[in-house]
C-alpha cells in the first residue's frame, strides 16, 4: 500500500542539479518520481568562457561585482583555484563593493571570507539594477556572475547607464547529451500521464518546450488541464507565462517551498466523489477510498478516471475503450473493470447498466 500526501500522483524532476534531493522529497510525501533532466551544466573547470571572464575580471579590478547565486560564487573560486588564479581573485574581489542577489550569495561570499555591502531582499535582478541605477554607474567597472545564461537587459541597461562590464558565466546550461528522457516525458505529459512537472530553472523550462516540440507533444495544453506545471519562482516561471501558460509557485523562492507547494496543490486538484457509502478520491495512478490508497494499474485507472468524468451517468463500451491507454474493444474494458472491482475489494462501487455500459454508483445525497 502507498501512503502520503502525495499517494498516488506522479511528478518529474526536470533539475540535474539536486535532483536526488527532490526526488527523495516528493517520494517521502508518497508521490512516484520521474526524473528528465531537461538540461546539463558544463563542469566550470572546463568552462573556457569562465576562465577567460576571470582573467578579464582579475585584470579589471573592478568598482563593483554582482554575486547572483550561492551556487555560482562558490564555484566560480573553485574553478579559479583549479586554475592558480584564486588568491588573485580573492584580492580584487576584496577591494570591490559586492552586492548580492539574495542570502543564498551571501553565505558564499562570507564562506569565501568576504563581505557584502548590500544584499536584495526580493532575491529579484531587478532590485540589484534599481538600487545600481539610482546611485550611478558612469564610469563604474562592475562585474556581473551570471547565473545559467546571458543577463542581457541587466548589462545592457548598466552599460547605456555608462559602466564598464565584464560578465561572468560562472555555470552554463546545455542540452543533455541524450534527449530521449526528456523527450519521454514530454509525451507523457501530453498523454495526462504526468500529474505535475517541476521546474528549478528558466534555461531548464526552454530546454523542455523546445524538445517536446520537437516530438509533436502538446504540452502546452497538459498544463493548461490536468498537469500541474510548478516554478521555484517567477524568473523560472517566466518562459511558461509568456506562453499563457499556468503555473504555481511557492511564496518563498526555495526548493523546499516548491516540494510544499507541489504538496498542497496536487490533492486540492483530485476529484472526490460520494460513492457507496465512501468517499471515492481519483488521482493520477491510484484512488483512495476513505482516505486509502490503493495502486490502480494504467487500464483500470484509465477506466475509473473516465466514469469519475461523468459521476452517476452510463459511460458506454465505446467511450470506455476509447478511454484505455492503448484503445481496445468492449472485451478488454470488461475485464478492466472486472480488475477495477477486485481492486476496490468490492462491486459495489462500478454497476453494469443493462450491458450498455458503466457508472459510478453515485450517493443519492450528493
Known sequence: MIEGALAGFTVAVTAERRRSEMAALLERRGARVISAPAITIIPLIDDEALHAATAACIGLEPHLVVATTGFGFRGWLEAAEGWGLAERLREVLGQARILAR??????????????????????????????????????????????????????????????AVVEVPVYRWAMPS????????????????????????????????????????????????????????P????????????????????????????TDELPRRAVRLPVAGSTLEVRGHAVLIDGVPYALAPAAMAILSALARK?????????????????????????AVARLRAALGSGKHIETVIKRGYRLRIDEAA
Open 178 to 233: 541524450d534527449t530521449a528522457p526528456v523527450r519521454r516525458l514530454a509525451e507523457q505529459v501530453a498523454a495526462g500521464q504526468i500529474d505535475a512537472v517541476t521546474f528549478t530553472s528558466a534555461p531548464a523550462v526552454k530546454a523542455f518546450l523546445q524538445i517536446a516540440e520537437e516530438a509533436g507533444a502538446d504540452v502546452e495544453q497538459a498544463f493548461g488541464g490536468r498537469t500541474l506545471a510548478a516554478c521555484v519562482g
Open 311 to 335: 459521476p452517476g451517468a452510463v459511460v458506454s463500451k465505446d467511450q470506455l475503450a476509447a478511454a484505455l491507454p492503448r484503445g481496445n474493444d468492449g472485451h478488454a474494458v470488461d475485464v
Open 102 to 163: 539574495g542570502p543564498k550569495p551571501c553565505g558564499a561570499i562570507r564562506a569565501a571570507g568576504l563581505t557584502e555591502e548590500w544584499a536584495a531582499k526580493t532575491e529579484a535582478s531587478e532590485e540589484v539594477l534599481e538600487r545600481l541605477l539610482s546611485e550611478g554607474v558612469a564610469g563604474k567597472r562592475i562585474v556581473v556572475q551570471e547565473h545559467g545564461e546571458p543577463q542581457t537587459e541587466f548589462v545592457n541597461t548598466l552599460r547605456a547607464a555608462g559602466a
Open 235 to 262: 524568473v523560472t516561471a517566466a518562459p511558461l507565462i509568456e506562453r499563457g501558460v499556468p503555473v504555481v509557485m511557492p511564496e518563498r523562492y526555495r526548493l523546499g517551498a516548491l516540494i510544499k507547494t507541489v
